[in-house]
């Protein structure tokens, strides 16, 4: 336990503050959904290898938003602590125009701490990812290797035979947002810096950022759920999940001599997550 009050006590002090005070906007709730397979091979005692697809629908489960193709390993380094890492492919659907976007590469790796008493199990995951854009993008708005940091506390009730409910909390820290140094002019409604008295909204290139080195909680995460073991080999996994969004969003102009907006966009996503399990 002192472990666990250790590590998460370190994960809220990781809240530092931009140099330019963003604009909010509040976003509309809505809901969606997940669909996960997963096969788990046991390799030898404690390492296991692992396959899995996810499908997600987003916009009140109106449309089909991207495949998840993952590929995973771990090792039960102690009772208490295992390791793992692993790669996924994700290829996000464009309902506008019918079509498969660039896909972008992830690769984490992580750690996680457990702790047993009675028929509760506590266990704190710590993971640190990076994903790869792929595509044509604006370099003054995102870097093409995305940084974060997703720490999880989970509680797990063991004492129902089949049945395992548990309850999650996770943070999402991001490591290397843009940072932003220009200013708000709230009379105008724009954003620029001063040049002495004068007050402009254009310059060189890059004149406002500051680079990517911004970090910042942008997601909170909670989880409800319950796994269902159906035989020795195959669990049910039924889960509903709630995240708060925070993330900060640059719009620049693509050869960075405008800024047109620095916005903390804020709002409720709800899932239904239900995810299948065998082990070969």
Partial sequence: MKYISVILAATLALLPVGAAAQTEESLDPEVGGRVAVTLDKKIVKGLHVSIGEEVRFDNNFGAFDRFHTTLGASYKVLPYLKVGLGYSLINDYSSNNSAFKTPRHRVFVDVTGSYRFGDWTVSLRERVQMTHRTDSFNEYQNPANAWALKSRVKVTYKGLRRWEPYVSFEIRNTFNAPTVSAVY???????????????????????????????????????????????RRSKLDVSLMVDYNMEKSVDANAKGTKLKAYTEEKGLVGWLCVGYSYGL
Wanted: glycine share 18%.
């Fill in 185 to 231: 002019n709230e009379a105008s409604g724009t954003w620029g810096y001063y040049n002495g008295s004068t007050f402009t909204t254009a310059g060189d290139a890059g004149w406002f950022l500051d680079g990517f080195n911004n970090m910042y909680v942008d997601r909170l995460r909670g989880t409800l759920g319950v796994e269902y073991r159906i035989d």
